[in-house]
């Protein structure tokens, strides 16, 4: 069984925050694959389901992200799991937007929600580190991860999510690339080949200059009192 963490603060006033991408990761990855209702549980909210042939829990804590740590150890001491068996979702702001990276163990660089959960269950357990991009100084970081997603990042954030799903049952069988190759073919689809086919904009066809008139004065003259 996994444990799939969504990062966040709970309540409406936050819910298109940045810090509440991991919220919106495993928000949809319960919509998309029939995942149970969410429910109280774990000092915060649940919903289960299966991913392929992995059940798997997802988790929201509702403590508030500095203390996210409370939440998921008390929901591995029930399901008596490993940290092995945790995959945390969590923004980060040293990744640009629409990038993504997994990661399992090492330091928590600063982040508050890891560092909470690295206090209460150790640091060996898997991160989906989601790229929010950086404000540029250190004393704007607070407010702007507390910040809604502006307008024109709902389409980088919506590739990102949509392959975030596509991507739940090869992540929860332990196959990362597979994972990461599932967001990248939303994030960066491919595009067909320059070489074949026909140009979305041909170009046009030249007109062909108009014959040379070689009558005379005379015959022009004619011509008019025809």
Do not use: C
């Not at 995942?35 to 988790?59: D, M, N, T």
């Not at 804590?61 to 092995?84: C, H, I, Y």
């Not at 929600?113 to 640091?123: F, M, T, Y």
């Amino acid at each position: 069984m996994k444990l799939m963490v969504g990062l966040g603060n709970p309540g409406a006033k936050y819910a298109a925050n940045r810090h509440n991408i991991g919220f919106m990761a495993v928000e949809r990855i319960a919509e998309d694959h029939g995942f149970s209702p969410w429910r109280k549980g774990f000092q915060g909210q649940v919903s289960e389901g299966r991913l392929g042939s992995e059940k798997v829990a997802l988790l929201k804590p509702d403590t508030f992200m500095n203390l996210s740590g409370q939440s998921v150890g008390e929901a591995m001491r029930f399901w008596k799991m490993a940290p092995a068996d945790v995959i945390v979702f969590h923004d980060e702001l040293d990744l640009a937007p629409g990038k993504l990276r997994l990661k399992t163990g090492g330091g928590h660089a600063g982040h508050n929600g890891l560092r909470s959960i690295h206090a209460h269950i150790g640091e060996e357990y898997d991160r989906v580190r989601m790229g929010i991009g950086h404000p540029g100084h250190k004393d704007r970081v607070a407010g702007y991860v507390l910040s809604d997603f502006a307008k024109a990042e709902a389409d980088w954030l919506d590739d990102v999510l949509r392959g975030i799903s596509d991507g739940a049952r090869s992540l929860a069988a332990g196959e990362g690339a597979k994972f990461l190759n599932a967001v990248a073919l939303r994030v960066s689809p491919s595009r067909p080949s320059t070489g074949t086919g026909r140009p979305a904009n041909p170009p046009p066809t030249a007109t062909p200059a108009p014959a040379e008139d070689t009558r005379t004065p005379m015959q022009k003259l004619m011509e008019r009192f025809k």
